[in-house]
């Protein structure tokens, strides 16, 4: 049971990462019209003074809302529910970072 609230919480605490360079090139290919590589996306996220952090972070969250949702949604059964938990608890854990980084 533990175990498994533990790798929904991995789950919450990746999945943001690999889904924050999706929305940095959507946004700018949104914006500038420019069709940006992945390499342009990962160094624009290394710019400091253009990114605002905690708008980045909690629009990556979303990935965590699709999981979360799903795993309420197609659980079978209550075990799928840990991982559903853990998933909580990451996004609760980036909502503190979010907040650390805004005020």
């Known amino acids: 049971m533990k175990d498994k609230i533990i790798f929904g919480f991995l789950i919450g605490l990746i ?3 690999f889904f924050m360079p999706l929305i940095v090139w959507f946004f700018n290919f ?6 940006l590589s ?3 996306t990962l160094s624009f ?27 309420l949604k197609f659980s079978k ?4 529910l840990y991982y559903a938990r853990g998933i909580l ?6 909502g ?3 907040l650390v980084l805004k005020f």
């Open 15 to 17: 999945s943001p990462l």
């Open 30 to 35: 949104l914006y500038s019209n420019i069709f």
């Open 38 to 40: 992945l390499f342009e």
């Open 45 to 71: 996220i290394r710019n400091l003074n253009s990114v605002d952090y905690p708008s980045l972070i909690s629009l990556s969250l979303i990935i965590n809302l699709i999981l979360f949702l799903s795993f």
């Open 77 to 80: 059964s209550s075990f799928t």
């Open 89 to 94: 608890f990451s996004t609760f854990l980036y």
């Open 96 to 98: 503190m970072v979010i």
